[in-house]
């Protein structure tokens, strides 16, 4: 597509209960990364993916926290159990190579936990 | 490790002003440095970037950053503002070549008064 998408655009659910984002990114670009932005806080990484495998995952806060990629393109960010602390936008991005082009990011994905 | 310090939380300037948004950077290595933008309910906008070469670089909406290695700094510019800049900025950092991790900054938001 022309730009990354991400669905839901805004998501409200209870505490507890897991939930799914996604993320479409741009055909061709081959990374694909997860960040998280708290609200008045800067962008925190989750997860960096370079095709299909996720070589590093060192800002998946907890193990509640899981995310694959199918071929080079959509990709799941997974929240199980979801916690109050977990609301915020999370957002991806994607960029033809890893090594420091830009990248384009999504609208991201509002997530409320009540 | 790598950082990016933006130590401004807010800058106001007039319109038809210059404007100056700071960001300092840590890295072990040459850094690659960018500059993004959010404007309110979208997703963040790649601006310009360093990588190597001439220490000013020129980007989107005419929007300039000077590399200072020696003080490593990696401020944003541009010479007459607009109400339309008034946005978050974020400042990025990573380095090397090969996959390394993109820092953000904690974002700067730019209120340009008409």
């Known amino acids: 597509g022309a730009g990354v998408s991400q669905s839901p655009s805004n998501k409200v659910t209870e505490k507890g209960k897991d939930v799914e984002l996604r993320c479409d990114p741009i055909?061709?670009?081959?990374?694909l990364y997860w960040y998280r932005q708290r609200l008045g806080q800067g962008l925190e990484f989750l997860i960096y993916?370079?095709?299909?495998?996720?070589?590093?995952k060192s800002g998946l806060p907890s193990d509640r926290f899981s995310a694959e990629r199918t071929g080079e393109s959509v990709s799941t960010l997974t929240i199980q159990r979801t916690q109050q602390e977990d609301s915020a936008v999370y957002l991806c991005?994607?960029?033809?190579?890893?090594?420091?082009?830009?990248?384009?990011f999504g609208s991201g994905t509002r997530l409320t936990v009540v | 490790a790598q950082s990016v310090a933006q130590p401004e939380d807010q800058v106001n300037v007039a319109e038809g002003n210059p404007l100056t948004v700071k960001c300092t950077y840590s890295?072990?290595?040459?850094?690659?440095l960018f500059w993004y933008v959010q404007y309110p309910n979208r997703g963040l906008q790649f601006l310009l970037k360093?990588?190597?070469?001439?220490?000013l670089v020129k980007g989107s909406y005419g929007f300039e950053a000077e590399f200072n290695k020696s003080q490593t700094s990696f401020h944003l510019k541009k010479p007459s503002a607009l109400v339309s800049d008034s946005a978050l900025y974020f400042c990025?950092?990573?380095f090397g070549r090969g996959y390394q991790k993109v820092t953000f900054g904690t974002g700067t938001k730019l209120q340009v008064i008409p």
């Open positions: 991005a994607s960029s033809l190579v890893s090594r420091g082009d830009g990248y384009t």
């Open positions: 055909s061709g670009h081959t990374a």
């Open positions: 993916f370079q095709g299909n495998s996720a070589p590093d």
């Open positions: 890295v072990s290595g040459n850094p690659y």
């Open positions: 360093y990588i190597t070469g001439d220490n």
């Open positions: 990025a950092v990573t």
